[in-house]
């Protein structure tokens, strides 16, 4: 917890984010009685929210490195060592999550409660649609439109992110109109930043000739819905019996998949920068639409 903590080693997206619009949104005029307890323009309830947010972010991190044991090779060392490493991340992760609750009920407000403890809810659902699809030989013939494809990533990439801009909101006493706008520029960003790392094998110069990528990154399934179910099978067959891998990568990154998932990027992105015009011009507000510009600038 205390590697969490320090932000001095330490710095993550996510805390960072929730404190750059803190200071955004500024105080509200609703409520002045408390404002002797900004600093910098933040309070100090949303500076232990940012923390909350990275503990349940990094908690879940924890939890995605246990193994499956039925996977495991005798290459891979000794089964009772995985099984320790299993039950340590298991602890850890819990731990984790534990502080982080102790810490949400310190700030006394049910609203915010329930946000975060929806946004926990939201990121076990999508990580055990992921998991239990990932082993399934179905998950790559499932005829997963891009509309389910959002539903998923929103449910385990930016439904924390996107709650806890929303819960800043809701601790300096910000109208429902700031709080649903710090709610859209979470969910847009994230979304962006999620299309931008499924994108990076497909447009980063590379020597290599094999391109490592996931069958259920935005690309692919755009690249399905372009060309076809019965031709996405076919070519999934040949891949599964070790013929023209290269060609494979190599026809999803000619198709329209690809550009579809830019575009998509960059509309995610216009969103994010939309819901950031009904906050006051500042540094904080740049600085969070320079973040929107980072993920959606292709070469």
């Known amino acids: ?70 996977e495991l090779k005798s290459c891979d060392g000794p089964l009772k060592d995985m099984q320790f490493g299993n039950k340590m991340a298991v602890l850890s992760g819990d731990f984790l999550l534990a502080n982080a609750c102790t810490s949400l009920a310190q700030l006394q407000n049910t609203k915010v409660v329930e946000l975060i403890s929806s946004a926990i809810g939201d990121l076990v659902q999508g990580i055990y649609y992921e998991n239990s699809k990932s082993s399934e030989e179905n998950c790559l013939t499932d005829d997963i439109g891009i509309s389910r494809w959002k539903e998923q990533v929103f449910l385990s990439h930016s439904a924390l992110l996107a ?32 299309l931008h790392s499924d994108l990076q094998p497909f447009v980063r110069e590379s020597s290599n000739d094999t391109i490592a990528f996931s069958l259920n990154s935005a690309p692919a399934i755009l690249h399905q819905e372009f060309h076809g179910r019965e031709a996405w099978l076919k070519e999934i067959r040949e891949v599964k019996h070790g013929l023209e891998f290269p060609g494979f990568a190599m026809s999803i990154k000619a198709g329209k998949g690809v550009t579809s998932a830019i575009d998509l990027c960059r509309c995610h992105g216009n969103r994010a920068l939309a819901a950031l015009e009904r906050f006051p011009p500042s540094e904080a507000r740049d600085a969070l639409a320079n973040i929107v510009y980072a993920v959606t600038r292709f070469p």
Do not use: W
């Open 1 to 70: 917890r205390g590697f969490v903590y320090d932000s001095r080693n330490n710095l993550q997206m996510r805390g960072l984010v929730v404190l750059l619009i803190s200071k955004a949104a500024g105080p509200s005029t609703a409520e002045l009685s408390f404002q002797h307890d900004m600093v910098s323009g933040i309070y100090s309830s949303q500076r232990s929210l940012a923390e909350i947010t990275e503990l349940i972010h990094t908690a879940f991190l924890v939890h995605r490195g246990i193994v499956n044991i039925c």
């Open 163 to 194: 709650k806890s801009c929303q819960a800043a909101m809701e601790l300096a006493k910000h109208s429902a109109e700031i709080q649903d706008m710090a709610f859209q520029y979470g969910k847009h960003m994230s979304m962006s930043h999620k």
